[in-house]
Nanobody, 124 residues
Framework: QVQLVESGGGLVQAGGSLRLSCAAS????????MGWFRQAPGKEREFVAA????????YYQDSVKGRFTISRDNAKNTVLLQMNSLKPEDTAVYSC?????????????????WGPGTQVTVSS
C-alpha cells in the first residue's frame, strides 16, 4: 500500500509558475513509476507527466513539454512537478499516482495508488 499526498496547488496568473509536490509513504518508493494526471471540470482525466523509478526516464504530454518538469527525490520519497508559463487551460485538479509495473505509463489504468489531488487555477 502506498499513500500519496499532494501539495503546492493554488491560484496563479497566466505566465506564472507553481511547483507541485507529492509525498509518498512507502519505503520502496524508488520501485514505482510516478505520474501526474489532471482533470478539469467536465473533462476526462488526462496524463501530464511521468518519471521512472530511478528518475532516468521522463515522459510528458505534448501540451506541457518545455513548460513542465517532473523530478523525484527517492531519499525523501517525493516527486515534484515544476510548472512554468502556465496557461488558463492548465486549470485542473492535479493528482499524483504510483505504478508498480511502469508499463503504459500514459494510461491511468496502470497506476494502483492515487493521491486526493490539489487544485491548480490559472487566471487569464
Amino acid at each position: 500500500q502506498v499513500q500519496l499526498v499532494e501539495s503546492g496547488g493554488g491560484l496563479v496568473q497566466a505566465g506564472g509558475s507553481l511547483r507541485l509536490s507529492c509525498a509518498a509513504s512507502r519505503r520502496t518508493f524508488s520501485s514505482y513509476t510516478m505520474g501526474w494526471f489532471r482533470q478539469a471540470p467536465g473533462k476526462e482525466r488526462e496524463f501530464v507527466a511521468a518519471i521512472s523509478g530511478s528518475g532516468a526516464y521522463t515522459y510528458y504530454q505534448d501540451s506541457v513539454k518545455g513548460r513542465f518538469t517532473i523530478s523525484r527525490d527517492n531519499a525523501k520519497n517525493t516527486v515534484l512537478l515544476q510548472m512554468n508559463s502556465l496557461k488558463p487551460e492548465d486549470t485542473a485538479v492535479y493528482s499524483c499516482a504510483a505504478s508498480p509495473l511502469g508499463r503504459a505509463i500514459r494510461s491511468s489504468a496502470s497506476y494502483d495508488y492515487w493521491g486526493p489531488g490539489t487544485q491548480v487555477t490559472v487566471s487569464s
